[in-house]
Structure formats: structure tokens, C-alpha cells
């Protein structure tokens, strides 16, 4: 190759669409809702056991859903005819061109908090990884081809001076294929440092989380004796039938019960969908010395949980760690971040208490008219 030769290194018409992931992403929202509105129907037709604790979800999902569909449609429909116009501009040679020596380089730090910036002739470009384009976001800090001593012939739009192909001249480098790449948004560097845990930590954080499913699933009795107590009930006086066997565990509508009879403790857990509804969290039913009635009963959360939660405390603050590398700035937005953290764990175990009540009130109401 001649040194004066240039090389194509990104070109619109070529890579394609790459904007589609963002739109999907209200996939997600969409099949959240449809959930929502569909899901309680569902169980009942499998007939397993699920329990509508908000009245108002069915009504709240359908507002949500159609959220999710307008959303995802309007978002797939900007971001889909910026790409048609954009690569006519290209196809069609009606893009502003622009040729010389890159001037007033400004690379993007890794974690990003700044976009990557120069000019060219007095046109000025700036972009990111990190921002939804369809044109060359490529940064240096992220394998880009684009350096202060390159020289570049540059096709842009001139509504947003989008770069809608780039040549260099002389360049050695790697041509990326675009169509095909998938590091569209990069996430902070794993290599080294304490982001180099974090796969450990999340596989970690899972296994915990799934063996906590199974043991309670499974009424574990030494794991369940473990759990903090959050919410308690007295003054109970429920007489306990007389066909109820402390020797086996009894499946009752939207739970399972074992009497522990040495303890004088009857174990309760959600049973069917309801063990994911009111996950980590179980009820014991206290038995007077005599056997013969439930004086009250406590609400218990799992002492695993907590670990499991700590732990993933521990994995968001690698994370925010990483990202917020020497920007003091970001301390602030971390700090509130950890207080909506606390309060939405404080809230989560109110509302696990609140459920948890709902399946204890309807469990002591069969068992009285068995």
C-alpha cells in the first residue's frame, strides 16, 4: 500500500443498521407487561399455585404494556429513518466531505464520562462508544482507528456532523468489520484490577441465590431456623385439626406447612409461582405445649439472602468503582445510588412481610376447615 493511499475504514452503507439493540431492549419491557396482564390466567390454566397479592397489577400492566409497545415502536422508528436518511447521504454522495490532518485530538477515557473529540479543516466531530449511533463511534480508547497524527477524509452529515464513512490515509491498522462487531457499548475494562472478580462474583451471587431457592424449597429446617425474624403476630387462638399430620408436609392452596411438632412450631413457605413472588422468606407458626392451637406467628427472611444482597452490594461497587476511575464528580451520584439501594431493600422486606401475612391469613383459614 502507498503511503498516500487511503483506507476505508468505516463506511454506513456497509455496516448497516447496528441501532436495533436499543430498540429490543423494550422487547424486554413488552414481554414484562405481557407478563403482567396475562401471567395470573396462565398459572390458573397450568393450574399451579399463584396468588394475586396487588389487585390493582392486571390494570397497572396493561398501561405498562402499551408503554413498552409505544416506546419500543417510536424508538425503532426514529432510530431505524435516521439510518435510512443517513446511509442515502452516503449511498448517494450528497454527504459533506471533508479532508486534512486531525487537529485538537481529545481521546475518551475508557469509562467514558466524555466523548472523543477533534477537527478537521474547522469541522468539528465528537462521539462515544457509549452513545446509541448508527455512524463511526469508535474511540481510541477502544481499539478505533483514529489518532492525532492521522489524516482522514471524512463523509458527514452536515445536520449533526454524524461521520458517515472515514478514510485514512496510510493506515496499518486493523479494519474493523462493523457489520459484524458487537462491542457497540463496551463495558469497563475486566483485565486487570478489581473488575477481574466480577464474573467470579456474579456466578457466586447466583449459585447462593439458587441454593437459597432449593433449601426453602425443600423446608431445610436447620437453614429455616436461621432466618430473621422481620414481622411478628400474637394473641392467636386457632385450633389445629385433628387429621393434621406432623409427620409429613401438607400441600395446602398457595403453601406448604410442616409440623415440627418437638419444636411446637409449624413451618410455613409460599408454594407453586409464590415461591418466587415472596422469594426468601418463610413463616413459623407457634403451637401451644399442648398441641392443640396456633397462639400467633412470626414472618421470617432468609439469613442467606443477606449474604446474597451483600454480595451484590459488593459487585455494584466494583462496578461503580471501575467506572467512576478518578472522577470525584461521580461520588455524589454513587452515594445516592446506595441510599436507593438501602430504601429499596427496606421497602422490599415490607412488602415480603406483606405477602407473606396475605399466605399465612389464607393457610390458618384452610386449615381451620379441614
Not at 463496551?186 to 456466578?203: Q, V, Y
Request: with cysteine; charged share 20%.
Amino acid at each position: 500500500m502507498l503511503p498516500d493511499q487511503f483506507v476505508k475504514v468505516f463506511d454506513i452503507v456497509d455496516a448497516g443498521f447496528r441501532d436495533w439493540s436499543f430498540s429490543a431492549v423494550g422487547l424486554i419491557f413488552v414481554a414484562f407487561g405481557a407478563g403482567i396482564v396475562l401471567f395470573p390466567s396462565l398459572m390458573r390454566a397450568v393450574k399451579i399455585p399463584y396468588f394475586e397479592f396487588e389487585l390493582g397489577a392486571r390494570k397497572a400492566g396493561v398501561f405498562f404494556l402499551a408503554f413498552a409497545i409505544l416506546w419500543t415502536g417510536g424508538a425503532f422508528w426514529q432510530s431505524y429513518s435516521e439510518h435510512l436518511r443517513h446511509a442515502a447521504l452516503a449511498r448517494q454522495n450528497q454527504c459533506s466531505i471533508v479532508e486534512g490532518r486531525v487537529q485538537n485530538f481529545v481521546p475518551m477515557p475508557y469509562a467514558g464520562h466524555a466523548d472523543e473529540s477533534f477537527s478537521v479543516s474547522g469541522v468539528a466531530f465528537r462521539y462515544s462508544d457509549f452513545k446509541v449511533t448508527d455512524a463511526f463511534n469508535n474511540t481510541a480508547s477502544h481499539g478505533g482507528p483514529i489518532d492525532a497524527s492521522s489524516y482522514v477524509r471524512i463523509c458527514y452529515d452536515p445536520q449533526d456532523n454524524a461521520i458517515l464513512r472515514l478514510e485514512i490515509r496510510g493506515f496499518t491498522g486493523e479494519v474493523k468489520d462493523y457489520a459484524g462487531w458487537r462491542d457497540i457499548l463496551p463495558w469497563p475494562s475486566r483485565d486487570n484490577g478489581p473488575m477481574a472478580w466480577l464474573h467470579g462474583f456474579g456466578a457466586l451471587l447466583v449459585l447462593l441465590f439458587l441454593l437459597d431457592v432449593l433449601a426453602i424449597e425443600r423446608l431445610l429446617l436447620p437453614y429455616v431456623r436461621t432466618f430473621l425474624r422481620i414481622g411478628s403476630f400474637a394473641g392467636l387462638n386457632r385450633r389445629l385439626p385433628v387429621t393434621l399430620d406432623p409427620a409429613r408436609k401438607v400441600e395446602l392452596g398457595n403453601s406448604l406447612i410442616f409440623w415440627d411438632k418437638a419444636e411446637h412450631v409449624i413451618w410455613l413457605r409460599p408454594r407453586g409461582f409464590n415461591l418466587f413472588q415472596v422469594p426468601s422468606t418463610v413463616a413459623k407458626l407457634n403451637v401451644d405445649t399442648m398441641d392443640r392451637a396456633i397462639t400467633g406467628y412470626e414472618i421470617r427472611y432468609s439469613s442467606g439472602a443477606l449474604i446474597v444482597l451483600a454480595l451484590l452490594g459488593l459487585i455494584v461497587d466494583l462496578f461503580a468503582s471501575d467506572l467512576m476511575k478518578g472522577d470525584g464528580r461521580m461520588l455524589v451520584f454513587a452515594f445516592a445510588i446506595a441510599v436507593f439501594a438501602i430504601a429499596a431493600v427496606v421497602m422490599n422486606l415490607r412488602k415480603m412481610r406483606a405477602r407473606m401475612q396475605a399466605l399465612v391469613d389464607e393457610a390458618i383459614g384452610e386449615l381451620g376447615a379441614m
